[in-house]
């Protein structure tokens, strides 16, 4: 099964120095089955950028709780499916082991572009998530296409 794990900057730094991400349980996203009956007429690729969407909304997330640098990131892996837990939405899921970095396929990262409209998105956050609509539009972040790599080139995204 393909899972979407939101991470920050220093969390793509550990992966890199560890080689996992850990600890377990680890908090993912994924094209559940709930989500595949509420998407009956979406293809799989719209489903996995849902997904990939959801991910970096839950790294924004963590970008706001740590105050770390205003860069989303998105590590794409395939686990067993009888690891993982389906969740409180219709993308959430829970990994009942560490994610080794063999198991990561790619890294999806926010351009350095996009930092200036990242910390205008964690700003907006707090009115987003008391239901505001402008405020919600501002922290999707949509004109800041996530960047695709292969987890080769995790040393060269930390430099």
Same mark, same amino acid.
């Given at each position: 099964?393909?899972i979407?794990? *939101?991470?920050?900057? =220093?969390?793509?730094? =550990?992966?890199?120095? &560890?080689?996992?991400? /850990?600890?377990?349980?680890? +908090? $993912? %996203? +994924?094209?559940?089955?709930?989500?595949?009956r509420?998407? $009956?007429?979406?293809?799989?690729e719209?489903?996995?950028? =849902?997904?990939?969407? +959801?991910? $970096?909304? !839950? /790294?924004?997330?963590?970008?706001?709780?740590?105050?770390?640098? *205003?860069?989303?990131?998105?590590?794409?892996?395939?686990?067993?499916? #009888?690891?993982?837990t389906?969740?409180?939405?219709?993308? #959430?899921?829970?990994? #009942?082991?560490?994610?080794?970095? #063999?198991?990561? &396929? =790619?890294? %999806?990262? !926010? !351009?350095? !572009?996009?930092?200036?409209?990242?910390?205008?998105?964690?700003?907006?956050?707090?009115?987003?998530?008391?239901?505001?609509?402008?405020?919600?539009?501002?922290? /999707?972040?949509?004109? %800041?296409?996530?960047?695709?790599?292969?987890?080769?080139?995790?040393p060269?995204?930390?430099?």
């Open positions: 099964m393909r979407y794990l *939101p991470l920050t900057v =220093a969390g793509l730094t =550990a992966l890199h120095a &560890t080689g996992r991400i /850990s600890p377990a349980p680890v +908090a $993912a %996203h +994924a094209v559940t089955p709930t989500l595949r509420g998407w $009956a007429d979406a293809d799989d719209e489903m996995e950028y =849902a997904v990939l969407m +959801a991910a $970096a909304y !839950d /790294s924004l997330l963590l970008i706001a709780e740590t105050t770390g640098v *205003p860069r989303r990131i998105v590590v794409v892996a395939e686990v067993e499916e #009888s690891l993982v389906t969740g409180g939405d219709e993308t #959430s899921v829970t990994v #009942s082991v560490e994610i080794g970095i #063999s198991r990561c &396929t =790619a890294v %999806h990262i !926010d !351009d350095a !572009d996009a930092e200036g409209e990242i910390l205008v998105a964690l700003e907006r956050l707090p009115d987003a998530i008391a239901g505001d609509g402008q405020a919600l539009g501002a922290v /999707s972040l949509t004109e %800041h296409e996530l960047m695709w790599f292969a987890t080769q080139e995790i060269d995204l930390l430099r």
